[in-house]
């Protein structure tokens, strides 16, 4: 388990809507000011975005983050300098496909923008648009890396 940031902009949403799940806090940040969303001068591409920008993190049963229990891991026959894989770890597989769904129905033009941030990288890349079912798919091969935006869609 790795410690990371999981980044959801649901884009072209003006009002804000709260994943309910019992496992996830989210804290809603603003996507026009990355220097107050903790990111400093990091991703600011993505204040190229337009939408609600959602931090998901773990929590425990005190309802407080969890760092013992982090989402990711990461991929271990993958790891290679620089580049690391994602794997899921403490949220399974149907939670993220539940948390993805809700935000692609939030979306007026059903996509999501999904960022998984490990650690910080000088590089701000967006992958491109990924289908959400061949997005899991590369996720269950290993193929998705940490600090890479994809943007999901139905």
């Not at 271990?76 to 939670?95: A, D, G, H, Q, V």
């Not at 999501?112 to 959400?132: A, H, M, Q, S, Y």
Request: aromatic letters at 14%.
């Amino acid at each position: 388990m790795v410690i990371s940031d999981l980044n959801i902009i649901c884009l072209r949403q003006n009002e804000k809507q709260m994943f309910n799940n019992s496992k996830v806090g989210i804290d809603v940040l603003d996507l026009k000011n990355t220097e107050k969303s903790f990111y400093g001068d990091h991703w600011k591409l993505l204040t190229a975005l337009q939408g609600i920008w959602y931090f998901i993190y773990p929590l425990d049963e005190l309802k407080e983050y969890d760092y013992e229990h982090g989402f990711f891991n990461i991929e271990p026959s993958k790891k290679t300098k620089f580049k690391y894989y994602i794997s899921l770890c403490n949220m399974n597989k149907e939670l993220l496909s539940s948390l993805l769904d809700f935000y692609l129905s939030c979306s007026p033009i059903k996509q999501v923008c999904f960022l998984v941030r490990l650690d910080w990288n000088p590089e701000n890349i967006i992958c491109g648009t990924i289908r959400k079912k061949d997005f899991l798919r590369k996720l269950d091969q290993g193929k998705l890396l940490f600090n890479k935006a994809y943007i999901l869609q139905e």
